[in-house]
């Protein structure tokens, strides 16, 4: 059974390189996502800075349903890699790091990917429901060993 390809669109923050850019479209495209739009964010300045390096659009329930197929396991692990190196790249120090989101297109609702996410948070990004989530944005929790979002949690 062939897969629908899916449409994203990725929002790069200025200082994302070219060759990341690259890698980036490489890794949605590998993970379902092929031909994505592709923009770069206007430049900011001072506290209204971006707070994310990356921003990818997308139907997101499927495209993390898609993530834990095994002919994707390899870019999966990819995109994981690609995460920790934009991350670090762009930390400057005393900076708050600036994380890849995800955002699902319908909802808005919004997963955020950090640095340095242990495998164990991949492996059960593949399997999130993100119906459980309104609000967002959804983080792993470190302590819980869980994906959450605080906002929702106050909410409910």
Do not use: C
Request: net charge neutral.
């Amino acid at each position: 059974m062939t897969r629908t390809p899916l449409r994203a669109e990725l929002l790069f923050a200025q200082d994302v390189s070219a060759r990341d850019e690259q890698h980036m479209v490489a890794l949605m495209a590998e993970l379902g996502a092929p031909a994505a739009q592709v923009r770069r964010s206007v430049g900011h300045r001072g506290p209204e800075e971006l707070h994310w390096l990356v921003l990818a659009s997308l139907p997101l329930q499927a495209f993390l349903s898609g993530i834990g197929a095994e002919a994707v396991k390899d870019a999966y692990r990819g995109l994981a890699n690609l995460v920790g190196r934009l991350t670090r790249r762009s930390a400057s120090p005393g900076a708050t790091p600036r994380p890849v989101v995800l955002q699902d297109e319908r909802s808005g609702v919004r997963v955020v990917l950090e640095g340095d996410l242990p495998p164990e948070a991949y492996r059960e990004l593949a399997l999130l429901d993100l119906s459980r989530f309104a609000l967002g944005p959804v983080h792993w929790d470190r302590a819980l060993g869980r994906w959450r979002s605080e906002l929702d949690e106050a909410a409910g």
